[in-house]
């Protein structure tokens, strides 16, 4: 996941690729008002299950999922210390991703985009490739969206293995978070994406940019609900939501802020 302290420094100096597991039992979060674990950045830190990724350096996919690495220290900032609030899109890459990745390129932003391996990283391949090209992180959520706690676990696994092969063909690299369709996960889904070298991320603010094409509501639901190390979802695929990231992103580079995609 990606970082942003709230400290008046140059923005390239502010960046910097922060971490998000599935650390502890926090606020529910559904649409449909059943309780879901979200992952807050400060208890993944103190996980010792915890998977870090670093700012403008790349993983080795050997690499022990849930394993802790060592930071550039030329580019990372102590989120102990800064405020660090996390971006990131679900279910893409679409065809309005371009154009959202245009938008963090202005605003020298980054995000971890949880990416759909059939009809999306398929039919995206050059999208897919530029996202990892600007040093964005890319995430599993699935071959098909299915809802992983609702399904055997070999089709679990798969769902989760075909797009960690179809990222990987795309960029290199193979993921090393993944998001489960609606946060539904439980033990289960646990043991599965651990043997596949996965952490798992959820969130703890979403605009609920499916149900509305108010831009101006998704990008206050968003400012009203994020506080320090906060995970902010949103989905690129929704008319609504790319006219909202600006705003969301102008808001949180001021001092006294900080956003983390």
Known sequence: MQTYPT??????????????????????????????????????RTDTAATTIHAMTTPSRHAPADQAGSADQGN????????????????????????????LQRYDAHATFFLLGKNHVLKYPGVVRRMADADDESGNHTWTHQILTEIEPAKAREE?????DAIERITGREPTLMRPPQGRTNAEVTRIRRQLGLSQVLWSVTAKDYETTDSALIRQRVLDQTRRDGI???????????????GI??????PGMVYRP
């Open 7 to 44: 400290s008046p420094t140059p923005r390239r100096a502010r960046l910097l690729v922060g971490l998000a597991t599935l650390a502890a039992l926090a606020c529910g979060l559904s649409a449909c008002g059943t309780s879901y674990p979200v992952t807050s950045p400060s208890d993944a």
């Open 232 to 246: 902010i979802l949103l989905h690129d695929i929704y008319a609504g939501t790319l006219p909202a990231v600006p």
């Open 76 to 103: 990372s900032v102590d989120c102990r210390k800064a405020k660090c609030v996390a971006l990131s899109f679900d279910a893409g890459p679409s065809e309005n991703t371009p154009r959202l990745l245009s938008i």
């Open 249 to 254: 992103l102008a808001e949180l580079d001021r």
């Open 160 to 164: 989760l293995a075909l797009t960690q």
